[in-house]
């Protein structure tokens, strides 16, 4: 699924539980991070996050299920670019033009991802 669908399907929903639900969903679409991947753990993340890179692209895994939808919108959001792309792009704005409803401690951990991707 790309960006631009999710936040389609995110900007219909004007229930703040029922969007959590899709995330939670999109969550259970990541894919599998392969076995030659490069992992980084997220340091700032209430849940464990790693980020993987291949030469293919990136990968991510969570232990949380809303963490692992809100880790497969950030990837939807970099799929296809280069790294000089990601760190140009403004991925904390439009993540916040999601609109989703998420305590201190998830928001801190999207930060903590987003600075990540942005130090690549």
């Known amino acids: 699924m790309t960006y631009g669908e999710i936040k389609n399907i995110l900007m219909g929903i004007n229930d703040p539980a029922m969007k959590l639900e899709m995330v939670m969903d999109f969550g259970r679409q990541l894919k599998s991070v392969p076995e030659n991947a490069i992992c980084s753990e997220i340091v700032g993340c209430a849940s464990y996050v790693e980020f993987c890179r291949t030469k293919d692209g990136f990968y991510a895994r969570a232990d ?17 670019k280069s790294v000089t792309e990601i760190k140009n792009m403004d991925l ?17 951990g999207v930060n903590s991802m987003i600075r990540f991707l942005q130090n690549l």
Do not use: Q
């Not at 809100?70 to 799929?79: G, K, P």
């Not at 904390?92 to 401690?105: Q, W």
């Open 64 to 80: 949380s299920a809303l963490v692992r939808g809100i880790v497969a919108i950030i990837l939807a959001m970099i799929d296809g």
């Open 92 to 108: 904390k704005s439009e993540f916040d033009a999601l609109n989703l409803t998420l305590g201190a401690g998830r928001l801190n």
